[in-house]
C-alpha cells in the first residue's frame, strides 16, 4: 500500500526531474539537505564560469564577465528575494550567519530608557545566543538582566502566545529562529511581527531552516530584518555566503558595523573618510564578498526561481507527511517519538524523531547508506528535500530504519556524538 503510494506519488512529482540536477550517490538516501544540500550540476558550472571569469579577466572581473563581482551580491540578493517574499533591494548576499546577526544587532538595538532588554528563546541556535550576548556585553548591558529568553513547555516546541506574552515594556528587540533546528518547528511570523510592533519593538528572524523550505512574505509581514546561511536548503556548498534583509522603512539606519562595500556603489570609489551608505540592504555590507564562496549560489538559485517556492513546499509537505505516517505504521513498537508539530502550518521542512539510541541509530543509518543527522541527546533530523528526494527514497529510508531496529543494528555502536553530529 505504502509502495503504491510512492509509485503514484513520484509517477505525477512535477520537481521529479530536479533529482538528475544533483549529485546524489546511487543507493544513497541523503536526508541531511537541512544541514549541507548537496551539489547541483548548476551550481558547479557556475563555480567554474566564476574561476574562469577570473582566468580571463584578472582585475576587471569585477566589472567585466557574465556575472561582475562588484554588483554579484546585489544580483543574487534579488533572486533571493522571491523565496523570502521581499523587494529585491531589501536582501543581499553578504557575510555568514552569525556575522550578518552581529551586523543586524548592532543596527538596530538601541537601548533607550527602560527599553533595554532582548527576547529571544530557550531552543534557539547556540550561536544566536552567543552573538546576542556579546552584543549586549558591547553595550554594558549585563546578558544576565538582558537577554530575556522564552521557555519552552515541552523542550520540543515554543508557543506563540508565550512570546507574545514576553513582550514587555522592557524589551527593545526580539530575535527569533522562524524554523527551530531541532524540532522543526515552525513559527508564525506574521502574528510574531504584529504584535511586536504594536509594543514598539522591533523584531528580526533567523531564516536557516527555512529558507528555500517555506515560502515567506517577510514585506508584506513588515518583518525589522532577517539573516539565514544559504549552505542548508539553497545548496551554496559549504561556507557559502550568506544572506540578510533589511525592511525598506529602515534603509536611513546606519549600519551598526559600517565598512566600504556598504557605500552608495557610484560613490566607493571616491576614497572618501565619509562614508555614504548605500540606499538599500546592500548598505549592510562590510569588506569585499567572498566571491567564489558565493558564486555556486548563481546556479542553485536557477534552480529555484524554476521549481518556485509554492510547488516545493507542497511537495515538502507531502514527504514529510509520508514520512511521518511510514514511522507510526512501521516503526511504532520501537520507542520512538515525533518531536516535530504535525500540522502543516506548524511545521519546517524535516522531521525530528526522537529515540533514547538516537546516536547509535544515527550511526547504523549511516552504515545503510542514509544520512541523517544527529542532534544531542536524543534526536534524528530527518530533511526529504524536495528538489532532490523522491516518495520512494521516504519510503526506503524507513524501511531501512525498520530493519536496523528489528536486527537491532544499532547495538554494535556505541551511543555517542562524534565530534560534528
Ligand atoms: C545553521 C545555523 C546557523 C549557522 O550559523 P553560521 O554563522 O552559518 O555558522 C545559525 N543559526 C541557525 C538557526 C542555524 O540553523
Redesign the pocket.
Known amino acids: 500500500m505504502k509502495q503504491a503510494y510512492s509509485t503514484e506519488m513520484d509517477g505525477k512529482d512535477e520537481l521529479k526531474h530536479f533529482k538528475e540536477e544533483f549529485y546524489v550517490k546511487k543507493g544513497v538516501l541523503y536526508m541531511d539537505g537541512n544541514s549541507l544540500g548537496v551539489l547541483s550540476k548548476n551550481a558547479e558550472k557556475a563555480l567554474a564560469e566564476v574561476l574562469n571569469d577570473w582566468k580571463e579577466y584578472g582585475i576587471d572581473g569585477w566589472m567585466a564577465g557574465k556575472h561582475p563581482w562588484f554588483t554579484l551580491s546585489e544580483e543574487l540578493g534579488g533572486k533571493m528575494a522571491p523565496l523570502i517574499g521581499a523587494h529585491n533591494d531589501e536582501v543581499i548576499v553578504t557575510g555568514?550567519?552569525?556575522?550578518n546577526l552581529h551586523q543586524l544587532v548592532s543596527t538596530f538595538f538601541q537601548p533607550a530608557g527602560t527599553k533595554t532588554k532582548i527576547l529571544a528563546d530557550e531552543l534557539?541556535?547556540p550561536?544566536?545566543i552567543y552573538a546576542l550576548k556579546s552584543q549586549l556585553q558591547l553595550k554594558s548591558l549585563s546578558p544576565a538582566d538582558h537577554l530575556i529568553s522564552v521557555k519552552s513547555r515541552d523542550g520540543r516546541l515554543i508557543e506563540e502566545e508565550d512570546i507574545i506574552s514576553a513582550m514587555t515594556e522592557e524589551i527593545a528587540l526580539i530575535v527569533l529562529?522562524s524554523v527551530l533546528?531541532r524540532s522543526g518547528q515552525l513559527l508564525d511570523i506574521q502574528q510574531l511581527t504584529a504584535e511586536a510592533h504594536k509594543r514598539g519593538i522591533l523584531i528580526g528572524f533567523?531564516l536557516?531552516?527555512s529558507i528555500g523550505a517555506v515560502p515567506h512574505g517577510l514585506s508584506h509581514w513588515e518583518v525589522d530584518f532577517a539573516f539565514w546561511?544559504n549552505y542548508?536548503y539553497l545548496n551554496g556548498g559549504p561556507g557559502s555566503v550568506?544572506g540578510l534583509y533589511v525592511n525598506r522603512k529602515h534603509f536611513k539606519t546606519a549600519p551598526g558595523l559600517a565598512g566600504w562595500f556598504g557605500s552608495n556603489k557610484e560613490k566607493q570609489f571616491d576614497m572618501s573618510h565619509e562614508f555614504v551608505p548605500s540606499d538599500s540592504a546592500g548598505a549592510y555590507q562590510m569588506g569585499t564578498p567572498h566571491v567564489l564562496s558565493t558564486a555556486p549560489l548563481i546556479g542553485s538559485l536557477e534552480l529555484f526561481a524554476e521549481a518556485g517556492m509554492d510547488r516545493l513546499r507542497k511537495k515538502s509537505l507531502q514527504l514529510t507527511r509520508f514520512m511521518m505516517e511510514l514511522i507510526e505504521s512501521e516503526l511504532s513498537s520501537f520507542g520512538f517519538h515525533i518531536g516535530n508539530p504535525r500540522e502543516d502550518v506548524r511545521r519546517g521542512g524535516h522531521v525530528c524523531l526522537e529515540h533514547p539510541e538516537a546516536a547509535r541509530i544515527c550511526k547504523a543509518l549511516k552504515e545503510n547508506q542514509v544520512v541523517p543527522d544527529f542532534r544531542a541527546p536524543n534526536v534524528i533530523r530527518l530533511a526529504p528535500v524536495p528538489l532532490y528526494t523522491s516518495f520512494q527514497d521516504v519510503h526506503d529510508t524507513i524501511a531501512r530504519l525498520k530493519k536496523i531496529m528489528s536486527e537491532k543494528q544499532y547495538e554494535k555502536f556505541p551511543n555517542v556524538r562524534e565530534v560534528i553530529a
Open positions: 555568514s550567519t552569525t556575522g534557539t541556535f550561536s544566536d529562529p533546528y533567523d536557516c531552516h546561511c542548508k550568506a
